[in-house]
């Protein structure tokens, strides 16, 4: 993402792979590879934390903590996100991506 290296991210995407944007829009994989590799997306800096996998057969479940510098066409995208990918292992044995939900954390938000 940081290098804005879409065709290492091809091969990780499910065809049908479906994302749900900070800002509630659902994109697919042909829109996200477009927004990455025409510079409309940027991210500056990502930081990954807090990321737990759980296993379901030939399904996983990823949750984590992103702390990134961007943004998306004149939107800013800098903050704290959490965020769930959802991987399937394929009959191939290959791990894709089939979706992906990011939400910003509000300020306060985590903290008790």
Partial sequence: ???ADSAALEP???EDYTAITPFGAIQTKEQTLKNLSSGLLHVGSLVISDRKV???GATAVVTSLAELTGYKA???LS???RYTRVYVRNS???WKIV???ANRIQDGADRP
């Fill in 54 to 56: 759980r296993v379901y």
């Fill in 79 to 81: 903050g704290r996100y």
């Fill in 74 to 76: 004149d939107k800013e």
């Fill in 92 to 94: 191939n044995g290959q």
């Fill in 12 to 14: 990780l995407l499910a």
């Fill in 1 to 3: 993402m940081v290098s």
């Fill in 99 to 101: 979706s992906f939900e």
